[in-house]
């Protein structure tokens, strides 16, 4: 009998955990965890103590080897990477490019787990890029890692579709338990020899960029749509936020309202321009308009938007907006 693959594990935040702690309960006589490279320990909490990343967490948990590198283009790092002799190098949102020199380390492969349905939102927010555009589903591809942002051959794919109340976070954690099973197939076929890898169609690659607070802001111009998947893509961060006078307003849960449902008198509203606030709060938009649901004032826990405008005694005509 062939002796077990030795999986080096490569990750970062709470998605990547989830997957690691699968592999570890997972591990027998086909694979071994044998150890676990992750970011380097942060302030964490009120106290501003340092902690362990959410990997280095579980490879604690567990007592799995784990190197912490502030920098891995040293001499150093591949030099302590090559101790464990790894069979396969599995790498789940880690967080950094990784140079030819260590993607060569592994025997059999590197292999990354992407939480997308590539070559559909390469990059470092796919999850965050198929709500916003409006994907109905989403997945996790598995994946020989090569020098070119997620453009390597891919060996697995499964998919999962979008609801329509899903957010970042419940998307996330549904992501991490299909890409640990998706890990565990590809880990097997590993194991017999028995991987094929299929290229990406570089003619369909989409991308996304890191998000930032910034892309957070609500543009009332754009589509009452547009506006709806900002809330669920940025939650539980950034939040997509708003400014009302001089405050700041994150808005959480908001809803497109149907208008076929609804007369609407008056002349015309400018984007942002609150049109209704009884029995709930809507908001034109630059298409459509909006039914804000649940908001959060500074300093303040969330709350329903009705009575949120109804404890600061805002009436229709107000305008969200700089």
């Known amino acids: 009998m062939a002796d077990p693959l030795k999986i080096v594990f490569m990750g970062t935040p709470a998605l990547a955990a989830h997957i690691l702690e699968r592999l570890v309960t997972a591990s027998g006589a086909s694979f071994h965890v044998v150890g676990v490279v992750t970011r380097p320990d942060q302030p964490r909490g009120r106290g501003l103590g340092t902690g362990p990343s959410e990997v280095g967490a579980v490879a604690a948990r567990h007592r799995i080897p784990t190197l912490k590198p502030v920098k891995i283009r040293t001499p150093e790092f591949i030099s302590e990477l090559k101790t464990f002799d790894p069979d396969i190098l599995l790498v789940a949102a880690y967080g950094r490019i990784l140079p030819a020199r260590i993607l060569d380390v592994p025997r059999i492969a590197p292999i990354n787990v992407h939480a997308s349905l590539l070559p559909r939102h390469r990059g470092a927010a796919p999850i965050e890029g198929a709500i916003l555009a409006g994907d109905a589903e989403t ?95 940025y939650d539980p961060w950034p939040v997509a936020r708003t400014r009302l006078g001089a405050d700041e307003v994150l808005i959480w849960r908001a809803a497109v309202e149907d208008e076929s449902q609804t007369k609407w008198g008056g002349p015309p509203c400018p984007p942002g321009a609150i049109v209704s606030v009884k029995p709930y709060p809507i908001v034109q938009c630059g298409t459509g308009r909006l039914r804000l649901v649940e908001v959060q004032a500074p300093g303040r826990k969330r709350m329903s938007a009705a009575d949120f405008l109804r404890g600061k005694r805002i009436e229709a005509g107000a305008r969200f907006g700089p």
């Open 139 to 233: 997945g996790v591809t598995i994946m020989r890692i090569v020098e070119r942002m997620d453009a390597g051959p891919m060996y697995f794919q499964c998919k999962l579709p979008i609801e329509p109340n899903d957010t970042q976070g419940t998307l996330k954690e549904k992501l991490a338990e299909l890409g640990a099973s998706a890990s565990l197939e590809v880990i097997d076929l590993a194991a017999r020899g028995a991987l094929v890898e299929t290229p990406q169609d570089e003619a369909l690659a989409t991308y996304t960029a890191q998000v930032e607070k910034k892309d957070a802001v609500i543009d009332w111009t754009a589509s009452a749509a547009q506006i709806e998947r900002m809330t669920r893509a």
